[in-house]
């Protein structure tokens, strides 16, 4: 079975490391990715992926990046199940980070010039 997943993204918040009961470091975080469509209106469309990554990588994110820089992101995507506080059954989708990578866009690059020039009022969270 297949099953990989990568995007690039910005960072909805700066990246917090913590550590588990068994001494493994985990970062969550989220990144904001845009899709390639626009609305009626013309508007961005923008999703938000819950990534999740580990000891080695986890350090590496955390000392590296935070809100609002691009990353790439490598890794697979799981479920989970859990129960909200009201008792509702409910699933979660999480990626797992095996790899990441830095990335910059060029101010002259037409296409990318709206990433590089985003201030923290101008992003939607």
Known sequence: MLNNFSCMGRFTHT???KTTVN?????????????SKTTADGE?????ID???????????????KKGE???????????QYEDKQGNKRKAFEVIVKEVNFCAFKKNDEQDVDLIDTSDEDLPF
């Open 44 to 48: 961005k469309i923008t999703d938000f």
């Open 70 to 80: 691009p990353i790439i992101v490598d890794g697979r995507l799981e479920t989970r």
């Open 51 to 65: 990534c999740v990554a580990w000891n080695r990588t986890a350090e590496f994110i955390c000392k590296h990046f």
């Open 23 to 35: 001494n493994n470091e985990v970062v969550k975080f989220s990144l904001a990715v845009g899709r």
């Open 15 to 17: 990246p917090e490391l």
